[in-house]
């Protein structure tokens, strides 16, 4: 019975003089607890958005996997290795990785080279499959000119649109390649080694610094380059399924323990961890919000306990604890609480869902056009912020609640008296 009145009085309490809703006191507490749940779960799921956005693109430009040798050194051995890849269900490609200079008439441009397999390469990235733009979506593969195996082993070059415009380059020009070693000994002294390749096919990767930098030449070309050896630098691998692909990196690390094997996330590490870093500050900073309106709930609960002393001192004469009197503002607390929560994430997740269906906002990327705010609900950020909502909410009213032991029942009924 203590109980049901306790859990009465809550209500009483959070209702006030009005018959229905809440008093008018409990109205900025309930907007300040919506506003920063709504602001926590956008946050935290734009953030999923664009780390699931740069997975793909760099998932899409590279693989999801990539087998070096541990000591960095170049795989003599990549044949046998594709076909015990291979045989396991995979696609793999050996690649080998050169820093070139590319030379049209007067302009030179530094350019990260990637010697290829064309048919390997296609089965492991997107980036060389003709592909169309839609809207105004950044998409990858080949934007311009076509892709033919043997046109591409005689002597074929495949450029990133930036690199492309800083070249002034255009399909069928003929693009001088040169090593930045001078290692060739001649009657005249040292020069480089050069080579001319006509552009057969551009590319976007999705990424402004991918497709201002990479460009694809044949595999046997790179080796000419790489002094004249035959290894790959390392070999991309593609698994059955990408939601799969840290099961798949544990199975080939046990199979293949001689070799070390990395993730799409260690591709581009710096630009990885500076998103998974953003997304932690940008939480952090939101929740500030929340404990901004947890503030306000102290304080409304410090003028309730004060204003309503003599009602308190009654109720200790009635036959109610300390403990009931405290649990009287728990309730009423997380009642509030639960309200805001429940607003916030409605709110929230409305907006984000009207985001990810018809993609209101856009964001510019520079040379690479505009694309959607990319937004990803997970179930994981709901649970995390339903919970630090509650914890602060219940840190919060610890104050208030410490007062009611002062409450001396004996003396306010004397002074009513």
């Known amino acids: 019975m203590k109980n049901n009145s306790v859990v009465y009085l809550a209500f009483k309490y959070l209702r006030g003089r009005k018959a229905r809703g809440l008093s008018h006191a409990h109205y900025l507490s309930l907007a300040g607890i919506s506003l ?66 590319l030379k049209r008439g007067y302009v030179v441009i530094p350019s990260l080279s990637f010697g290829v397999d064309l048919p390997r390469q296609q089965s492991v990235s997107g980036t060389l499959h003709k592909t169309e733009l839609r809207g105004d979506e950044v998409m990858q593969g080949i934007v311009a000119g076509n892709l033919d195996e043997t046109a591409f082993n005689d002597g074929g ?30 009657a005249f002294g040292m020069i480089p080694k050069v080579r001319f390749l006509k552009v057969l096919a551009i590319f976007t990767a999705g990424m402004p610094e991918y497709d201002q930098s990479y460009s694809y030449i044949p595999f046997a070309e790179a080796a000419f380059f790489a002094s004249g050896s035959d290894a790959a630098d390392y070999i991309e691998i593609k ?55 947890s503030f306000n709930l102290t304080g409304n609960l410090l003028k309730a306990i004060s204003q309503k002393k003599r009602e308190l001192g009654l109720l200790k004469a009635l036959g109610l604890s300390d403990r009931d009197l405290q649990s009287l503002f728990m309730i009423q607390s997380l009642i509030l609480c639960s309200l805001g929560i429940g607003l916030g994430l409605g709110i929230g997740s409305i907006l984000l869902l009207i985001q990810q269906q018809f993609g209101i906002v856009k964001l510019g990327m520079g040379d690479a056009g505009a694309i959607t705010l ?44």
């Open 374 to 417: 990319p937004v990803k609900l997970m179930i994981w950020d709901y649970l995390l912020i339903v919970g630090v909502a509650y914890t602060l909410t219940v840190l919060s009213v610890i104050i208030p609640l410490k007062r009611i032991g002062k409450i001396n029942a004996v003396e306010l009924i004397k002074r009513t008296a």
């Open 239 to 293: 698994t059955p399924a990408f939601a799969r692909s840290q099961y798949y990196l544990r199975q080939l690390r046990s199979q293949l323990p001689d070799y070390q094997l990395e993730d799409w996330s260690s591709f581009d590490s710096s630009l990885f961890a500076a998103v998974s870093f953003e997304k932690f500050i940008m939480f952090v900073i939101m929740l500030f919000m929340f404990i901004i309106a």
């Open 36 to 101: 920063g749940v709504m602001a926590l779960i956008c946050v935290s799921s734009v953030m999923n958005g664009f780390r699931t956005d740069i997975r793909n693109r760099i998932v899409g430009t590279f693989s999801e996997i990539r087998l070096s040798n541990n000591d960095g050194s170049p795989i003599a051995n990549y044949p046998l290795l594709l076909k015990q890849i291979e045989a396991k269900g995979f696609h793999a490609s050996p690649v080998i990785r050169n820093e070139l200079l």
């Open 157 to 186: 070059i495949v450029l990133g649109a930036g690199l492309a415009a800083k070249l002034g380059a255009y399909l069928g020009d003929d693009i001088q390649v040169l090593s930045p070693m001078f290692n060739v000994p001649t």
